[in-house]
Antibody, heavy 120, light 105 residues
């Protein structure tokens, strides 16, 4: 059973930093890219970042580029999101996501999310 | 532009058919994934590669494409289909549509 569990959310002041983690189990973590997606209160889904299976490639949404850093540790089956210089509009539930496309099926697994509130 | 455009809301009577469109320049070259999200829950994958259904997704969910517009069709809508629906596509970066709230009444 594939399982993703996010942690690290909380309340933080504008300009400060926070690090989110996502622990993975039930699949060969080192084979697949991992995403972070967020959802502001009452708003839609926003793709945030992706890291390739080996950590060599990383891409970011324009809204977080230069402030957020995605990374992974394949020895610990974890993917992280270091969020720096946080702004009130970063307030959201943050989900980690695994997207796998097979020959005749696809899996798109999301964690339960971790809530981040940026407020003074 | 990497934006994806969806209608903000649609409504359907139980048993009827409803369509949700997703359009954007990126769709000239890229395929669409569709997600369903109910309040307080993580999204669920409904369709991938425009038209493909993952195992376990009911047959009443189907997809089609015309040019740079991709459509999700719910045939014989059920009360349980009331939810928010998002299209998604990706180059190196991902992008979600703004979401469509489907009301079944």
């Amino acid at each position: 059973q594939v399982h993703l569990v996010e942690s690290g959310g909380g309340v933080v002041q504008p300009g400060r930093s926070l690090r989110l983690s996502c622990g993975a189990s039930g699949f060969t973590f080192s084979y697949y890219g991992m995403h972070w997606v967020r959802q502001a209160p009452g708003k839609g889904l926003e793709w945030v970042a992706v890291v390739s299976f080996d950590g060599s490639k990383k891409f970011y949404a324009d809204s977080v580029k230069g402030r957020f850093i995605i990374s992974r540790d394949n020895s610990k089956n974890t993917v992280s999101l270091q969020m720096n210089n946080l702004r009130p509009d970063d307030t959201a539930v943050y989900y980690c996501r695994l997207a796998v496309i097979l020959t005749d099926n696809a899996y798109d697994i999301w964690g339960q999310g971790t809530k981040v509130t940026v407020s003074s | 532009s990497s934006e994806l455009t969806q209608p903000s809301s649609v409504s359907v009577s139980p048993g009827q058919t409803v369509t949700i469109t997703c359009s954007g320049d990126i769709l000239t070259k890229k395929l669409v994934w569709w997600f369903q999200q109910k309040p307080g829950q993580a999204p669920i994958l409904l369709l991938y590669k425009d038209t493909e259904r993952p195992s376990g997704i009911p047959l009443r969910f189907s997809g089609s494409r015309s040019g740079t517009t991709v459509t999700l069709t719910i045939s014989g809508a059920q009360i349980d289909d009331e939810a928010d629906y998002y299209c998604y596509s990706a180059t190196d970066k991902g992008v979600f549509g703004g979401g469509t709230k489907v009301t079944v009444l």
